[in-house]
């Protein structure tokens, strides 16, 4: 049997994967991603026929726009942006 999460990886960006999938793939649980959906503040999903799915490209830029850069990096980069 494959992993799942290297299946993820190696899987087209318009790929869709099931919550365990995208909640190992994110080293978090799936009760989690429950909440999320429920808060409204996770990963974009589909729902098809009343199965919740995560596309691999929709995932992934979510991830971009959620991470959380160091402190030094955040002085840096507003430093940067008030010189100018």
Not at 8 to 25: N, R
Not at 48 to 56: D, Q
Request: charged fraction near 25%; hydrophobic fraction near 40%.
């Amino acid at each position: 049997m494959t992993d799942p999460v290297l299946t993820f990886w190696a899987s087209p960006p318009e790929a869709l994967f099931p919550s365990p999938v995208v909640a190992a793939v994110r080293n978090v649980s799936v009760a989690l991603l429950e909440r999320e959906r429920w808060l409204g503040n996770g990963p974009p999903y589909r729902k098809i026929r009343g199965r919740v799915l995560y596309r691999k490209g929709d995932l992934l830029s979510w991830m971009d726009e959620v991470t959380e850069q160091p402190e030094g990096a955040k002085a840096a980069q507003v430093e940067s942006e008030t010189v100018t």
